[in-house]
């Protein structure tokens, strides 16, 4: 299996325009967050404002960086939901840098 580059395929303009629709976007929402050996993850209250918010950015940088995993949690009780994003290694920095 061949690694994907820990890389957007953004133009930097594009990336600038659509921000706000993408994962810096969703991080200022974001309740709190926590580095991981291999990425962050991300809290957010329980709505489904914020639940929609998060399908559509996962779907948007799925295809444009190819590198990330997203694991998100939905509690059962209704209590905060939280958001995974990691890849190889390489990707917390990467995420920082954004």
Do not use: N, Y
């Given at each position: 299996?061949?690694?994907?580059?820990?890389?957007?395929?953004?133009?930097?303009g594009?990336?600038?325009?659509?921000?706000?629709?993408?994962?810096?976007?969703?991080?200022?929402?974001?309740?709190?967050?926590?580095?991981?050996?291999?990425?962050?993850?991300?809290?957010?209250?329980?709505?489904?404002?914020?639940?929609?918010?998060?399908?559509?950015?996962?779907?948007?940088?799925r295809?444009?960086?190819?590198?990330?995993?997203?694991?998100?949690?939905?509690?059962?009780s209704?209590?905060?939901?939280?958001?995974?994003?990691?890849?190889?290694?390489?990707?917390?920095?990467?995420?920082?840098?954004?």
């Open positions: 299996m061949m690694t994907e580059p820990i890389a957007c395929t953004l133009k930097p594009d990336l600038t325009t659509r921000r706000a629709e993408l994962l810096p976007g969703l991080v200022a929402r974001a309740a709190a967050r926590e580095a991981l050996p291999d990425g962050w993850r991300f809290v957010f209250a329980a709505d489904s404002g914020t639940l929609k918010a998060i399908a559509d950015v996962i779907d948007a940088e295809q444009c960086c190819r590198f990330l995993q997203f694991q998100l949690t939905v509690p059962a209704g209590g905060p939901m939280t958001l995974d994003v990691t890849g190889p290694e390489g990707t917390r920095e990467f995420l920082e840098g954004l």
